[in-house]
């Protein structure tokens, strides 16, 4: 019997095991079914290259809205969309021209491929697409090893035609209703002494002065017009220098051309500098170099060239769009002129900007209104001007306003009560984005007569299997009494009650786009570090206000030791171990930070930025924007009285105090000058410090791997700093030696530091 009943039991036990594994095996499974089986691995910077994105420039910087992604055809039947990604293995990144048919828009029909280039340098393989008719299409475009040139394609044969064979690279272009070609391009690398052997150093900058050679649009761009039926670009000259990637605005009759300049610190008015506008406050400077776009209005019947209104543009994004009949030209984003009688007039033109009407050719101004806004589109029909109204505060994007429509009657412009809906197309249908902080890009369809949207494209369907890190918006109030915004990226696998390394990412915040790595991406990887176990930071643009004042270092100072008050009070990081990043404009507020805050940031990434030091000021005197910043944040010129404040607030007079393993990346020689301080600090007083130098990457790093090496280089260098791990893969065990002879630095600092 006792046998029977130790049998019994024994089977029991077995039945019972094989139940409870497969019920455990079928529950592991519906609960992996029940969440899509998805989520197996955290995101990596190869994901984050490889992702595909929309990449319609408005879209990206936010100037105007996301249902603004698609360019569609004259009668309104067809649209394109463009899209990219990386490719590592190539090191290139592909960009794909879509074609869809709007009638079936709304079904979900795949697109045809109407083009795909793929670009090996910083600048996009196709860009700038403008329809021409209904069935044809231009863009600018390249392939591997080739210029920037323009090109033409048909939407029936597909058939692609390169029209333009310049030795440099195209920025810009316009196409006449007359068939005119109007283009900018690069000028070619020209020496700064020319062909003597000397040179009276005037407004070149030290970095010009040491290379020697101006390079690409640095040195400029040229104006050209390829007649109808002709092959031969022809030069067109204009008074002042051309730079950036402002378009040619031809007039419908062809008989004028309106674009954007540069006037030399020779030709600037003195009440120029009474603006107080955000743009005139960066780059007028009664001291050194001050370079200002304005207007310029092209008779090309004459030849002549006189500016459009005798007032600089006070947005970079400014643009402009004519009349039908050519008789009046509409600018946005301008400064109009202070010489008014009225001194109410003209403190308001001082402080604001505008959009306005300039009549042609007596060049008339009149008032639309005193805000900042882009211009949509002027339909003649109506006497309307579409605008959408923005925000340029920001450096990471810009907020997006309302539209907003103005009537030009007889007795002068009159604001619309019911702004007129952009006639997009002939059914009347949007294409948009939909994503959020936690949902990445989708594009849809919604039929503007009854609501009716459907999915259009999911271009990142891999992203299914990734594992991603919750994002949520924070708000608190820092030391000073203002209230922060910032975006915080939880590691994937968080735990309640585990504290977790920091790194704060500067530059932009906003809750409505999807950033894999943030507002940007060099060296900034937010995705990847939470999937490393990191919580990440993205911090808005607070400080900006502070911008070139005395307080733009201790505000921003306060709002990173704010960040780390208020996630150290909820018990989520430890603020022994943070670290912080560093990129363009936010260089001097992290920099001060580095060098006087409460907090011993444990490592910091200084990239394609500077510091407001004084080498800096030095060696970019000559540079737009650098002396109306960096004398305020520092109190004063570094010279007489005002050296004492320079010892005090600048950085590099206080390297001595820092403990921070600094990872330099100077992406052009501009750069290597604004870092140099800290690289020779950090290395004289035998600091852990990496400089690495990426010549031929973009501000905004763009090829795999320019990405991978400052992205990537961000994730290993606070992984290995903050958390002491390292990376097994064979062909980072240089780096990994390197930065462990630093830490050996690091560590003698400590211990030195302890024996006094």
């Known amino acids: 019997m006792k046998g029977k009943k130790e049998f019994k039991l ?145 939407c029936d044969s597909k058939r692609i035609r390169k029209l333009t064979n310049q030795p440099t690279d195209l920025m810009n272009y316009a196409f006449s209703s007359k068939g005119d070609i109007f283009f900018t391009a690069a000028k070619p690398a020209q020496l700064i002494g020319g062909k003597g052997n000397h040179v009276i150093v005037d407004r070149e900058n030290l970095y010009q002065l040491v290379s020697g050679v101006q390079f690409g649009v640095l040195a400029g761009l040229d104006l050209f017009v390829t007649r109808k039926g002709s092959n031969r670009p022809a030069p067109l000259r204009v008074n002042g220098m051309m730079e950036g990637d402002s378009p040619p605005w031809p007039s419908p009759d062809g008989r004028y051309l309106a674009i954007q300049t540069i006037a030399s610190r020779s030709d600037i008015p003195l009440d120029w500098y009474d603006y107080q506008t955000v743009a005139q406050q960066t780059i007028l400077s009664r001291q050194g170099s001050s370079k200002v776009n304005e207007y310029e209005l092209i008779d090309l019947a004459t030849g002549a060239s006189q500016p459009l209104i005798d007032a600089p543009v006070g947005a970079w994004y400014s643009n402009a769009a004519w009349s039908d009949d050519s008789r009046s030209v509409f600018i946005s984003g301008t400064d109009l002129p202070l010489d008014v009688p009225d001194p109410a007039e ?68 009159k604001q619309q009560d019911t702004p007129a809906i952009e006639a997009k197309t002939k059914d009347r249908i949007e294409i948009a984005v939909e994503e959020d902080m936690n949902t990445p890009p989708r594009l849809v369809t919604r039929d503007l007569k009854t609501g009716t949207r459907s999915l259009l494209l999911d271009p990142n369907p891999q992203f299914r299997n990734l594992q991603f890190g919750r994002v949520e918006e924070i708000k608190f109030k820092v030391a000073d009494g203002h209230e922060m915004t910032a975006g915080l990226y939880r590691p994937p696998d968080y735990l309640r009650g585990k504290r977790y390394p920091l790194v704060i990412q500067t530059h932009g915040w906003t809750s409505d786009r999807f950033w894999i790595d943030g507002p940007d991406r060099t060296a900034m990887a937010a995705q990847s570090l939470a999937g490393k176990g990191f919580f990440v930071a993205q911090v808005g643009d607070d400080f900006a206000s502070a911008i070139f004042t005395p307080n733009e270092g201790k505000v921003a100072m306060a709002e990173f030791e704010g960040i780390i008050d208020y996630l150290n009070a909820m018990g989520l990081i430890d603020p022994n171990r943070v670290g912080i990043v560093a990129f363009s404009a936010t260089g001097p507020g992290v920099g ?27 060696s970019m005197f000559n540079l737009d924007g650098a002396m109306p910043r960096f004398e305020p944040i520092n109190g004063g010129a570094p010279f007489g009285p005002g050296l004492a404040s320079w010892l005090k607030e600048a950085p590099e007079f206080s390297l001595d105090k820092v403990s921070t393993a600094m990872r330099l990346e100077p992406n052009s020689g501009f750069d290597v000058f604004a870092l140099w301080e800290w690289f020779v600090g950090f290395r004289r007083l035998g600091k852990p410090v990496e400089m690495v130098f990426m010549p031929d990457a973009d501000h905004v790093v763009t090829r795999p791997q320019d990405r991978i ?39 003698a600092q400590a211990g030195g530091q302890k024996a006094n």
Request: net charge negative.
């Open 592 to 618: 001060y930070a580095i060098a006087h805050s409460k907090y011993p940031f444990g490592a910091a990434v200084l990239s394609s930025t500077n510091d407001a030091g004084y080498f800096t000021y030095l």
């Open 709 to 747: 090496i400052s992205q990537g280089g961000a994730v290993d260098w606070f992984g290995f700093w903050l958390e002491g791990e390292e990376d097994p893969a064979p062909a980072k065990a240089q780096q990994y030696a390197r930065w462990r002879e630093l830490r050996k630095l690091q560590d």
């Open 10 to 154: 024994w089977f029991t036990l077995v039945i019972l095991s094989f139940i409870l594994c497969t019920t455990g095996a079928w529950c592991q499974h519906t609960s992996a079914s029940d969440s899509g089986a998805h989520f197996t691995r955290p995101v990596t910077i190869a994901d984050s290259i490889r992702m595909t994105t929309i990449d319609n420039p408005n879209y990206s910087l936010g100037t105007w809205g996301r249902d603004d992604v698609a360019a569609f055809s004259p009668d309104g039947k067809r649209f394109v969309v463009i899209v990219k990604k990386g490719n590592v293995e190539q090191n290139t990144v592909e960009y794909s021209l879509l074609l869809y048919q709007t009638a079936q828009a709304l079904s979900s029909s795949p697109p045809e491929v109407l083009a795909s280039l793929s670009s090996s340098s910083p600048r996009p393989a196709i860009e700038s697409v403008t329809w021409q008719d209904d069935r044809t299409l231009a863009f600018l475009g390249e392939n591997p090893g080739e210029r920037h040139q323009l090109y033409r394609v048909d």
């Open 346 to 413: 003209r403190k308001l033109r001082q402080a604001n900007l505008f959009v306005a009407e300039v009549e042609i050719p007596s060049r008339r101004i009149v008032t639309i209104m005193h805000e900042d806004a882009i211009i949509r589109h002027w339909y003649s029909q109506t006497n309307e001007l579409l605008l959408q109204l923005t925000n340029h505060q920001s450096f990471s994007n810009f907020a997006e306003g309302a539209l907003v429509s103005f009537r030009r009657t007889r007795e002068g412009w």
